[in-house]
């Protein structure tokens, strides 16, 4: 089935209409106190969770905990989409920070993220969706797969795609363009930051 835009064109042309520019403008007008609490209250949270998780005993209050880290780690990507990605606050080199900060617990690499995201924004709902993966989701077996760690990994990776399933290689959904060597650099640096935590988070296991 070919893909569209033109009813989410004409669907943005509507709500502008009804709401106003200015009311719709409104909506995304930064407050700097708001993004400061919500980046700390969430890493507390986080950070948190994971000292509760290595110290209690396993029982109910365990459980309840480590359902709370799922739970924070799904705010921790949302708060990055909406202030460091598509806002950008406090610049080029806070807002990489702050997109790190909250990315890698989750092991994901702010840069990849960024570039497949806007892609999908500036081509949503056509052939050139970055996250056109989604529509391979068909099925009440794949969208529940789709909710664990797997499951996301392999649709991001294309693997439910009829590309995929007819041996075709396929391009990952936050597949970095290594034309820029920039950006490799970038996502070099953030791999070894990635393995720099995940070698503490290691060594933390084994000494509490």
């Not at 993220?113 to 500036?122: G, I, M």
């Not at 989604?134 to 392999?154: C, E, V, Y």
Request: proline share 2%.
């Amino acid at each position: 089935m070919s893909l569209t835009n033109k009813n989410l064109a004409a669907a943005r042309r509507t709500i502008a209409k009804e709401v106003g520019k200015d009311a719709l403008a409104s909506f995304h007008e930064s407050n700097i106190f708001l993004d400061v609490l919500a980046v700390f209250s969430i890493l507390f949270f986080f950070f948190s969770m994971m000292t509760a998780l290595a110290l209690l005993p396993f029982g109910w209050l365990w459980a309840l905990c480590f359902i709370g880290q799922g739970f924070s780690l799904q705010w921790m990507a949302l708060v990055s989409h909406d202030i460091f990605v598509h806002r950008g606050v406090g610049g080029k080199h806070l807002s990489w920070l702050g997109s790190m900060l909250l990315t890698v617990p989750r092991f994901s690499l702010p840069s990849g993220y960024r570039e497949a995201h806007l892609a999908h924004h500036r081509h949503i709902a056509t052939d050139r969706d970055t996250e056109k993966y989604k529509q391979d989701l068909n099925t009440r077996w794949r969208r529940f797969l789709f909710s664990t760690f797997i499951g996301a990994k392999m649709a991001q990776a294309g693997k439910f795609s009829e590309e995929a399933q007819s041996g075709k290689d396929v391009k990952h959904y936050r597949a970095v363009d290594t034309r820029n060597p920039e950006l490799r650099q970038q996502v070099q640096r953030e791999q070894t930051i990635q393995k720099a935590f995940l070698l503490a988070l290691l060594v933390g296991a084994v000494v509490f």
